[in-house]
């Protein structure tokens, strides 16, 4: 089965813990994203990468780091620092970066910071 | 700032019948992208319509694209209870350094 998978799926957690959410993909694909989704509204951008070893940040990336040490994998940190962590996050990856590619997304990951 | 943004927020429609979301853009695009998303899912892509197209069709769905009035519409023909979900476009634009950008989504329900 080719995909993107993210774990876990609900993940709860203390305020002031850092936690990691997980993204693989075995598309080959080149590109990888992550969006925070709240309630009612779009996707935003986090972070994204085009090429292992690289990322550049996103719309709302403060609070967040990522890493792309493989292909099929970017996962995503939310630190302390992220003053409203609280939502849902979706990975997502095209064949490459830039015009005209469609985005292939995972079934997300609900965190709760309490 | 929203680059596009959906109409209505919420539709509720009979099983059957058709479903027409608008989306509204401001600034040239590469390409417009449909989505939907079922309650606590990921996004599924519908169709990418190019700058230089203006329709184009995948079995029950026709999204046309007006370049000039920066706007696109999603038609869902003969609505099943299972088309229920939200639906997002998404603009690949060169001044968003062709990055999607989301909108804020229209909510369908077809009621059976």
């Known amino acids: 089965d080719g995909g993107i998978t993210q774990s876990p799926k609900y993940l709860f957690r203390k305020e002031g813990q850092n936690v990691t959410l997980s993204c693989e993909q075995n598309?080959?694909?080149?590109?990888m994203y992550w969006y925070r989704q709240d309630p009612g509204q779009g996707l935003r951008l986090i972070y994204y990468s085009q090429i292992v070893n690289d990322f550049q940040k996103g719309d709302i990336a403060e609070g967040y780091s990522v890493s792309r040490e493989k292909k099929e994998s970017f996962p995503l940190t939310v630190t302390s620092a992220q003053k409203n962590p609280t939502a849902f996050y979706l990975c997502a990856s095209s064949i490459a970066s830039g015009r005209n590619y469609e985005q292939y997304f995972g079934p997300g990951t609900r965190l709760t910071v309490t | 700032s929203q680059q596009g943004e959906e109409d209505p927020q919420a539709l509720s429609i009979q099983e059957g019948e058709n479903a027409t979301m608008n989306c509204s853009y401001k600034?040239?695009?590469?390409?417009l992208q449909w989505y939907r998303q079922n309650s606590g899912r990921g996004l599924v892509h519908l169709i990418l319509i190019r700058s230089n197209e203006r329709e184009k069709h995948s079995g029950r769905l026709r999204v046309t694209l007006d370049t000039s009035k920066k706007s696109s519409s999603l038609l869902i023909t003969a609505s099943r209870a299972a088309d229920t979900a939200s639906y997002f476009c998404a603009t690949d634009a060169v001044e968003y350094g062709n990055k999607l950008v989301f909108g804020a989504g229209t909510i369908l329900r077809v009621k059976s």
């Open positions: 598309l080959n694909h080149d590109a």
């Open positions: 600034t040239s695009i590469n390409n």
